[in-house]
């Protein structure tokens, strides 16, 4: 099972996006789901997470901009990023963290390809 991120795109500074990721197949439980991003040049960095109870969290340079949201019926998440900046510009990627099957005992990575977003200023 792959996660296919979509929605990005080239936007102006101060504008918004929104993304979303859902996996291309079936998985029997999701405990948290995240977004990371990865800038040319830069190391992968952690962005926004959600829990299944629907706890949230945020890195400090998206806090009180990005939100996080999720739908669990479907394992979907979405990122809705506003006021964005240049320094937002990135690949954004999807990441789960659950048990692809009901026999399945530990927790498993699942990752996908990313989305690009660019932001000129």
């Known amino acids: 099972v792959q996660l296919q991120a979509s929605g990005g795109g080239l936007v102006q500074a101060g504008g918004s996006l929104r993304l979303s990721c859902a996996p291309s197949?079936?998985?029997?439980?999701?405990?948290?789901m995240a977004w990371h991003r990865q800038a040319p040049g830069k190391q992968r960095e952690f962005v926004a997470s959600?829990?299944?109870?629907?706890?949230?969290s945020y890195a400090d340079s998206v806090k009180g901009r990005f939100i996080i949201s999720s739908d669990n019926v479907k394992n979907t998440v979405y990122l809705q990023m506003n006021g964005l900046k240049a320094d937002d510009t990135a690949i954004y990627s999807c990441?789960?963290?659950?048990?692809?099957?009901?026999?399945?005992?530990?927790?498993?990575?699942?990752w996908g390809q990313g989305t690009q977003v660019t932001v000129s200023s």
């Open positions: 959600i829990t299944r109870a629907g706890t949230s």
């Open positions: 990441n789960f963290l659950g048990k692809p099957y009901s026999n399945t005992k530990s927790d498993y990575q699942f």
């Open positions: 197949g079936s998985i029997f439980s999701v405990t948290r």
